[in-house]
């Protein structure tokens, strides 16, 4: 079921201090949403908050490590004693990395941006499920993966962020299957490029994944920045996707082309299965489809 009525309800977003979350902070709150800002950047999400607080609505916001499932769900249940029932839920604290290759990218990289980008959008799911199931008006969950879960291309080097996101993409889809017969809403938002601070998102790295680093941005990757949509085109593109029930939120059209490379390659994999089936002589029958005898 699509959530129309905005006016008056809340919003709880991570990352809601800079970048995307930002944007979708302005945009829900020119709705009239209140807004329970989280993030781990306390000056920037006090700044943030201010300037949501402005456009008149209830802004709060609330300091947060997403990677930390004890916080979160104690944030979760301040943020309902505050604002009494949640609406909507947007997981979208998220960090990139340049990192070396994959075999030389220090352990905690990995750890930290799992820890953030994947546990971070399940630990706010299992949070907020509770509370916008009790009730019982509905709601929508908005998970910021990217278009880096929908495809990999050789050379990118950008395995774990695609390894994070490629995750939020499947449990997306999981999650709105347990949420559809409370009339829950799913959308999982894939965009490119996008002007933002991910660039900068060392800075805020805890100190049980190293600490803050900083580093040097790559020209290539400052154009794609750069050259991207802007926050605030990004919560226009979530706010239609709330109202619309809109599982996949793509930004950016013209990576259609790049999800179809990655399937070629996926199909060409089925073509090599198909010949070893005759190579190996192995002729056992079909497998059963699960989905299809769930279905039926
Ligand atoms: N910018 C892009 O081009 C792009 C493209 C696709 C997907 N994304 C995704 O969009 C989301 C938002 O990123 P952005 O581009 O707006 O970057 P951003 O750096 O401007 O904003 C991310 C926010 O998340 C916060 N954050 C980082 N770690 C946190 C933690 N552990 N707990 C709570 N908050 C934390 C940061 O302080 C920051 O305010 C991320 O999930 C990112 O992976 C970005």
């Not at 505050?82 to 609406?87: A, C, L, T």
């Not at 909507?88 to 930290?112: Q, R, Y």
């Not at 991207?228 to 082309?257: C, K, M, W």
Request: charged share 25%; hydrophobic share 45%; with cysteine.
């Amino acid at each position: 079921m699509a959530l129309t009525h905005l006016r008056g309800k809340t919003a709880f977003i991570t990352g809601a201090a800079s970048g995307m979350g930002r944007g979708m902070a302005r945009v829900f709150a020119q709705q009239g949403v209140n807004i329970a800002l989280a993030d781990i950047d306390l000056p920037s999400l006090e700044e943030a908050r201010d300037e949501i607080a402005k456009l008149g609505v209830d802004a709060r916001g609330y300091l947060l490590d997403v990677s930390d499932r004890a916080q979160v769900y104690e944030i979760a249940d301040a943020v309902e004693k505050d604002f009494g029932k949640v609406h909507i839920v947007c997981n979208n604290a998220g960090v990139g990395s340049g990192a070396p290759s994959l075999d030389e990218t220090p352990d905690e990289i990995f750890d930290w941006m799992f820890a953030v980008n994947t546990m971070g959008p399940i630990h706010g799911f299992k949070a907020f499920a509770p509370k916008l199931k009790k009730h019982g008006e509905g709601g929508h969950i908005v998970n910021t993966a990217s278009i880096a879960g929908m495809r990999m291309a050789p050379g990118m080097n950008n395995g774990i962020y695609a390894g994070t996101k490629f995750a939020v993409v499947a449990l997306s889809f999981a999650m709105q299957d347990a949420m559809a017969p409370h009339k829950i809403g799913v959308s999982v938002l894939c965009p490119a490029g996008v002007d933002t601070n991910i660039y900068r998102a060392g800075r805020v790295r805890p100190d049980r994944f190293g600490g803050p680093f900083e580093r040097e941005i790559s020209p290539g990757l400052a154009a794609l920045l750069k050259a991207g949509l802007s926050p605030d085109q990004i919560g226009r593109y979530v706010l239609r996707a709330v109202q619309d029930n809109d599982f996949f939120i793509f930004t950016h059209p013209e990576t259609r082309q790049w999800v179809m490379e990655w399937h070629e390659r996926v199909m060409k994999g089925f073509d090599r299965a198909d010949e070893l089936r005759g190579l190996l002589g192995i002729n056992n029958p079909p497998q059963p489809d699960l989905a299809k005898m769930k279905r039926g």
